[in-house]
């Protein structure tokens, strides 16, 4: 984990503790439960023109790489969940179980899991500017026709092409903060 992790988890019995660490979610679910009767449809609109679900898959679909100078402020988004409430909603319930447990495989004893961790950490900064002109001379290099600086708060996703899900949403509310 490179120590990007350090004091994220309580010292505890390490034959007990099992963690999962999970960058991304393929099937999510609400993490708020909510009645579907008492939600009603609204138009959701930008620039004044009504959207749907289907224009908006429309748009990854046409979408094209583009080359941009692009300078983003500095940003670290981490996250921990236990997610024991979450799995025994999707009855996964005998591994949590004492009573019924049996993980002997994994350890020596006969233990259940008593939480499972889901950690997220994402570091936007300099380091990955290291490789960006080695082995590129000025006739390969590929000169952004656009400019294109963060200065104001913004959102950001991280799109699976092949999935064609987000795997990851923010908002970064101050980008000039310190």
Same mark, same amino acid.
């Given at each position: 984990?490179n120590g990007? =992790?350090? *004091?994220?988890?309580?010292?505890? /019995?390490?034959?007990?503790r099992?963690?999962?660490l ?8 609400? @993490? =708020?439960?909510? /009645?579907?009767n ?6 959701f609109s $930008?620039?004044?023109?009504?959207l749907s679900s289907?224009? &908006? +898959? %429309?748009?990854?679909?046409y979408? %094209?790489?583009? =080359?941009?100078?692009?300078? &983003?402020? %500095?940003f670290?988004?981490s ?11 999707f009855?996964?319930?005998?591994l949590?179980?004492?009573n019924? +447990?049996?993980? &002997? *495989?994994i350890?020596?004893?006969g233990?259940?899991i008593? +939480?499972i ?5 994402l570091?936007?900064?300099?380091? !990955? @500017?290291?490789?960006?002109?080695? *082995?590129?001379?000025a ?6 026709? $656009? ?5 104001r708060?913004?959102? =950001? ?10 795997l990851?949403?923010s908002?970064?509310t101050?980008?000039n !903060?310190e």
């Amino acid at each position: 984990m490179n120590g990007n =992790f350090k *004091g994220t988890f309580r010292n505890s /019995d390490l034959d007990t503790r099992m963690i999962l660490l999970n960058t991304y979610k393929i099937h999510p679910f609400w @993490e =708020f439960f909510f /009645d579907v009767n008492k939600t009603q449809k609204e138009k959701f609109s $930008a620039q004044n023109r009504e959207l749907s679900s289907y224009m &908006l +898959s %429309r748009y990854y679909h046409y979408s %094209r790489p583009h =080359f941009v100078d692009l300078k &983003l402020p %500095r940003f670290t988004i981490s996250n921990q969940h236990n997610l024991v409430d979450t799995l025994k909603r999707f009855n996964v319930i005998d591994l949590l179980d004492k009573n019924v +447990s049996d993980i &002997l *495989g994994i350890t020596d004893r006969g233990e259940f899991i008593r +939480s499972i961790i889901q950690v997220v950490k994402l570091v936007v900064d300099e380091s !990955g @500017e290291t490789t960006r002109n080695k *082995g590129l001379d000025a006739t390969t290099r590929i000169i952004p026709k $656009a400019k294109f600086y963060v200065d104001r708060p913004f959102t =950001f996703y991280i799109y699976h092409h092949h999935w064609q899900i987000i795997l990851l949403s923010s908002i970064i509310t101050n980008p000039n !903060g310190e």
